[in-house]
DNA sequence: AAACCAAGTTTCAAATAATGGAACTTAACT
DNA sequence: AGTTAAGTTCCATTATTTGAAACTTGGTTT
């Protein structure tokens, strides 16, 4: 009958699987390291990363004799984050907010329940890149993951909302559904959700999303500070400014079309 | 009987293939559009696409009526670069070169028979991110693919060379594979190489391997300008500095052990 | 030196999943 | 209403995956 969790789409879904498994370890793993906590017989394992390393999805380091995740998957992430329609665009407005505000700014979109950080400015220290963009962290205690969560449909939520862990991290999280929802129609009624050191001690923020003329959700951006630096009322007093620079990026993403896109709905936009 | 070009690894192979078609078009795509290029028929590339798709390999956008590269490639992206004993390790060493010698430093790692860079720095233009780390370049062009070429065990060398194209982008351009082997052996016996003008008019750079004790390639790094701005003796004099980095870099990537890596091989190295 | 052990690799018949031609459903345009 | 192109589903056939068990390899113990 139906599917447990959405699992498994045969054997391409368990070969990523695998993938998953080898990326949870964070540190280059040996065959018996996957085998250990996979489901399946060894055998199955052993082709499984076999497959993987001749595709490059996994590395093999023949003197440690470890598997680590493979650089195939950094130039196909380098495509993915091109070809997003979102982070490119909204990259230039992101720096100019950094500077302007002088904290920083966090792009960030859902993915399946996770917060997924797609791109980060710290005007502080200026380079980060693969080592800030493509962490993920819970949806239900980050002022991106609210914002977002917010403008979700009910069906969406609940689906998101269920896959929360609620664990609690600091005095200030919120420890459950009920006192997520009523924040989130806070949230909603604002425009706008803070993070009042909810994850980290200390650290605070106040996020936005970013919407779609239909309300569709693209992401969130966050400006994050800490309570030695300032306080919620001050971060509130940015909104304006941020407000701003989501709608830019929510119209630019919306109408953006790639370079020579013009065979596509050509002449349905050339009708308006 | 034999495996035409080492490709399908079965259905998983068949799945990633159709993966990098998606990625080869820089812009969003049709179902149509996929199936065009796709050598499978139209069952299949559907069937594939949405396992993909289901899986966050793919991400569909219901408006446009387009598939993208995933989000969850750019997850996984980030778990790669960071299980990398390389591009961590390296990029502070990186950042000081690019400081020093107030040029661009890039970093890059051999994926198949094309160069992948995995960091850049830009003294002059502080973030670029994704849009820079990932791209992937010509091997028998650049610096830093003649550079981990001139490296390479013969057999490797032998594939690898197989595989380029000797496209032809400007008049220096090493068009054959007599010239390049040639060159190749000129950087060995110096131990480091020069771009000069072959891939781009006017970018120029110098290169050198990363290698093991073993003398195995990790990588290369180069420092790169422009005719404008330089020449090749004044790159040339940079080696000092830049083989120092290479050096340190090499180093550490060895000696590296995962934060509670030491489980693996902890009686033989702590024994020396 | 022989026996032992753990990690990794290969085998092969049975079980399962992938295949793809063709039919079907939409949706857009005439 | 009629036509065409794009996208989706069906299902008997075919090919691939599966996984227990046997085997190999390299290192350690008695």
Redesign the pocket.
């Known amino acids: 009958m139906g599917l447990d969790k959405g699992k498994?789409?045969?054997?391409?879904?368990?070969?990523l699987e695998i993938l998953d498994l080898v990326a949870s370890f964070e540190r280059p793993v040996?065959?018996?390291?996957v085998?250990e906590i996979a489901e399946?017989?060894?055998?199955?394992v052993?082709?499984?990363?076999?497959?993987l390393t001749s595709q490059g999805m996994l590395s093999y380091d023949p003197d440690r004799?470890t598997y680590a995740l493979g650089i195939r998957l950094v130039r196909l992430a380098h495509s993915a984050w091109q070809q997003s329609s979102l982070a490119p665009v909204a990259h230039p407005h992101i720096e100019k907010l950094a500077r302007d505000v002088g904290e920083t700014v966090h792009l960030a979109q859902m993915d399946h329940a996770q917060v997924l950080y797609v791109d980060k400015i710290d005007p502080g220290k200026p380079i980060e890149m693969f080592s800030q963009a493509g962490k993920v962290g819970p949806a239900y205690c980050t002022g991106v993951g609210k914002a977002m969560m917010a403008y979700l449909d009910a069906p969406h939520l609940a689906e998101v909302i269920g896959q929360q862990s609620f664990h609690v991290f600091t005095e200030f999280t919120l420890a459950d559904e009920a006192a997520l929802r009523a924040e989130l129609i806070d949230i909603r009624s604002n425009g706008y959700g803070f993070d009042r050191e909810e994850h980290e001690p200390d650290i605070i923020c106040v996020a936005l999303p970013i919407l779609t003329a239909q309300g569709r959700v693209l992401g969130a951006l966050s400006v994050t500070s800490s309570t030695q630096r300032t306080n919620l009322a001050a971060l509130e007093a940015l909104v304006p400014r941020i407000q701003l620079a989501a709608t830019a990026i929510a119209n630019e993403a919306e109408s953006w079309r790639f370079p020579d896109q013009s065979k596509f709905q050509s002449?349905?936009t050339a009708k308006g």
């Open positions: 498994s789409d045969g054997t391409v879904g368990k070969a040996r065959f018996s390291d085998l399946f017989p060894k055998a199955t052993y082709r499984f990363i076999q497959t004799q002449v349905k």
